[in-house]
Each structure stands twice: as C-alpha cells, then as structure tokens.
C-alpha cells in the first residue's frame, strides 16, 4: 500500500525523512489553494474583464512551485514515487489523498515550542481527525 508524504512548504524534509522508513510505494503530495481565493476576490470585484484576473498568474506560480517542492522532495527521498500537485481546500485535499493509504505522513506545523493541542495548525488538525488510515505526527527540527 501507498504511503502518503503531505509535502508542506515549511516542515517537507521532516516528513520525507520519516517516510522513508515506512515504505516502498510513496505518494508525494502537495497542495495549494492561494489562487482559489484570488479568482474570487477578482471575480467580485472587477468581474467584468476576466483576462485581467491575477488569479492566472497565481496558478501558474503556484504550478511551479508545486513542481520544485516535489522534485525536491523526491531527490531528498532518493527512491521511486509518485507526485501529485492538488489544488483546493488544502485539508479537504490531503485526506482525499490518503482515503486508501496504509500511512500518512505529516508534520507538526502550530507552535512547536511545547507539546499540545497548539502544536498543530487548523488543516493539520483537520486531517489528524479525518483521515481514514494511519497517521505518522512528524515534530519538525
């Protein structure tokens, strides 16, 4: 079965270092939702001359930055895997992702000072209690 790498900005190499432990067949996963909120703003305001939204520009960025993360993220796991680049509601994604996953792995992204309920963000909380598979809570370095 797969295991699941949610590569996030910040904590990405933690949680590839863990994973390679924990598998054979992996799934590098990133997801991004800023250009969702771009094309609506756009869209409420000045929706009248949609070659003008920035939400495109910010798509494509986002695109790019996917692909370096998850080129990134596959040289420093240094074996075969998949890729997979989401856009979306970034919580909504990565449990989707994993619906079948025998194991995801993710990294503690709240205020990682001490232990407790505040070390994990909204969406890493979010996906803690929603996932449906195994979940490996990386603390980040």
């Known amino acids: ?28 996963l990133h997801v991004s939702d800023v250009a969702g909120a771009a094309h609506g703003a756009f869209a409420g305001l000045f ?28 040289e420093r796991l240094g074996r075969p895997c998949a890729r997979e680049a989401r856009v979306g509601r970034v919580e909504h994604e990565v449990v989707a992702a994993a619906r079948d996953a025998s194991l995801l792995v993710l990294c503690r992204d709240g205020d990682v000072s001490h232990a407790g309920p505040r070390s994990l963000g909204p969406a ?18």
């Not at 890493?124 to 370095?141: I, K, N, Y």
């Open 1 to 28: 079965m797969t295991v699941v790498v949610w590569i996030a900005d910040d904590t990405w190499q933690d949680c590839v270092d863990a994973a390679r432990a924990h598998g054979e067949d992996f799934l590098l």
């Open 47 to 74: 929706g009248r001359h949609p070659s003008l939204d920035p939400g495109t520009r910010l798509d494509h960025l986002a695109a790019d930055h996917a692909t370096h993360l998850l080129d990134a993220a596959a």
């Open 124 to 141: 890493t909380r979010f996906v803690v209690d929603h996932a449906t598979c195994p979940v490996l809570l990386v603390w980040p370095s």
